[in-house]
C-alpha cells in the first residue's frame, strides 16, 4: 500500500488544496483541470469532487485561506492608531512583503484573475477594506496639516496600490531584500506625503 493511500481524510484535504494551490499559482484558475490536480496529486478525481465539490470548491477554499492570512498581516500593521504616520507606512509594507515571501504561490493565486464567484471574497475587495482603514489613518494626518480632506481616497488608492504591485513585481523579480523593497516604498510613499501641498496644480499641461 503507498503511502498516500494511507492519508487521513484531513491529509488528503491538505494534501489536494497545497497541490491545487501551486497548479492554479503557475497557470490560473482557468487552465486547471480537476484531471490535472487529481493527476498531480496521484489520486482519482472522484476524490477531489468528494472533498471539495470541484475545481470551483477547491479554489474558494485556497482563496479564503489566503485572504484571511493576508488580512491578518495587514490589519495587524495598520491596527495601533497612536503609531507615527511613517511608522505604520513601514509596517504596512513589511506585512505585504512578509506575506508574499512565505506565500508565493498564495499570492499569485489572489493576484491572478479568479472565476465569477462572490466579489465580496476576492483580493479587490480586500484591497478596498485596506484602503479605507488608510483613510481614517490618513484624515487625521491631513487635518494636522491642514490639508483638504476631499483627496484622501485617492491617496489612500494610491498607497496601497503603489505598495500591492510593487510587491506583485518583486514576487518574480527577487533582486532585493524585502527590507531594502520596503524601505524603497517608504522613501517615494513618505516623502510624497511629506512634501503634499494643499492645492495641487498641474505645471506644465493644462
Do not use: C
Not at 490560473?28 to 480537476?34: D, K, L, N, T, Y
Amino acid at each position: 500500500m503507498s503511502g498516500t493511500s494511507r492519508m487521513t481524510a484531513l491529509q488528503r484535504r491538505e494534501q489536494l488544496i497545497a497541490v491545487a494551490r501551486s497548479l492554479f499559482a503557475a497557470k490560473g484558475f482557468a487552465a486547471v483541470s480537476v484531471e490535472e490536480i487529481a493527476a498531480s496529486a496521484k489520486v482519482s478525481k472522484p476524490i477531489v469532487y468528494e472533498h471539495f465539490g470541484g475545481k470551483e470548491g477547491l479554489y474558494a477554499v485556497i482563496v479564503d485561506r489566503e485572504m484571511q492570512s493576508l488580512t491578518e498581516a495587514l490589519t495587524a500593521s495598520l491596527a495601533n492608531p497612536e503609531d507615527h504616520s511613517r511608522q505604520i507606512v513601514e509596517k504596512a509594507a513589511m506585512a505585504l512583503l512578509t506575506y508574499i515571501e512565505n506565500n508565493p504561490d498564495g499570492f499569485q493565486v489572489l493576484v491572478r484573475d479568479s472565476p465569477s464567484t462572490d466579489p465580496s471574497g476576492s483580493f479587490s475587495s480586500l484591497l478596498g477594506d485596506i484602503s479605507i482603514r488608510v483613510e481614517e489613518l490618513l484624515v487625521e494626518a491631513f487635518k494636522k496639516r491642514r490639508i483638504p480632506a476631499k483627496g484622501v481616497p485617492y491617496y489612500a488608492q494610491m498607497l496601497v496600490g503603489m505598495t500591492v504591485f510593487t510587491g506583485q513585481y518583486w514576487s518574480t523579480h527577487r533582486k532585493l531584500s524585502k527590507e531594502q523593497l520596503a524601505a524603497y516604498i517608504v522613501n517615494m510613499a513618505w516623502n510624497g506625503i511629506s512634501n503634499l501641498v494643499p492645492k495641487p496644480e498641474l505645471k506644465y499641461v493644462k
